[in-house]
DNA sequence: TAGACAGCTTACGTTAACGTTAACTTTTGA
DNA sequence: TCAAAAGTTAACGTTAACGTAAGCTGTCTA
């Protein structure tokens, strides 16, 4: 009863636009908006219709989790473009790892202000702890 | 030579729209955006200008601390407003608390997800200096 | 084999978050 | 004291990131 997961018949590694659509969920819009935009290129069929790799779906979490912490799609373009780079000179290898430190002291920032977030939050919800006590304790 | 410092007239709490857009460097206008979206409420001089207070100031820290994870001032509004509760019934009281404790889990959640990039980020790192690396090896 | 449904392109619409300009008033510094 | 700098309201403009609708084509299934 445990056989090989196979159950329609792509290829595995073949996802429908609808299908990321709805993994994702976001809309068909959104994911041809992005293409658009040159941040994804899926394959076509014969039909015209796009297919995309597990790498273009992989690529498109990165957009969608890029989303979720504010950048811009013109910010997140640059962030995994910074993936693509070909790797030709040592010059560019180097940019590269230049950028990507720049990003990560970013990304570490952001961090940093989320617990510093967290924290005010924590404390707002002690103080409210206590107000709670205190209304208790002494009712009315 | 160290005279407790008070170097112009303002009462050390007041601040000009001028001051705070470009302690924070963003607009005049940005500022009073946030204004006319009740997210924030400066007094008046007699000559109707906005006069705002070390409080109106940390209010609009935090605003654009939220921005920069990429809440809309909606979302803001809801989250700040949440440190504005009337303290009136103890029913109030918990629905903060509540409210309160979705948006720890929201932020924690984002601080997962950036760490996650930060991860992806820093084996992508490593990748390149793997290839910088085998280049200055074997070179040509 | 005919619907029904998914997908495609094109194009116009919408909303959030300000930018910009105009026309006017208040404040400030030489 | 008086002109420049800073502030005010009102209104229209702009851009990013999609939503929506139309008109057409390709694909699946009973």
Redesign the pocket.
């Known amino acids: 009863m445990d056989k090989p997961d196979q159950e329609k018949k792509e290829p595995e590694d073949a996802f ?4 990321l659509a709805e993994e994702f969920d976001i ?4 994911i ?2 992005y293409e658009e935009k040159n941040m994804i290129f899926p394959q076509r ?6 297919i995309y790799s597990r790498r273009d779906r992989a690529r498109l979490k990165l957009i969608l989790r890029g ?1 979720r912490f504010g950048y ?3 910010e997140i373009s640059e962030i995994i473009g910074m993936t693509e780079v070909d790797f030709d000179e040592e010059n560019q290898i180097k940019k590269a790892l230049k950028f990507g430190k720049r990003r990560l002291a970013e990304i570490r920032e952001r961090i940093n202000e989320l617990k510093l977030l967290e924290q005010d939050l924590l404390s707002f919800q002690e103080n409210i702890k206590t107000r709670l006590d205190s209304l208790n304790t002494s009712p009315k």
């Open positions: 429908t636009i609808s299908a809309s068909t819009r959104t041809r908006f069929t014969d039909g015209n219709q796009r989303k811009s799609l013109e």
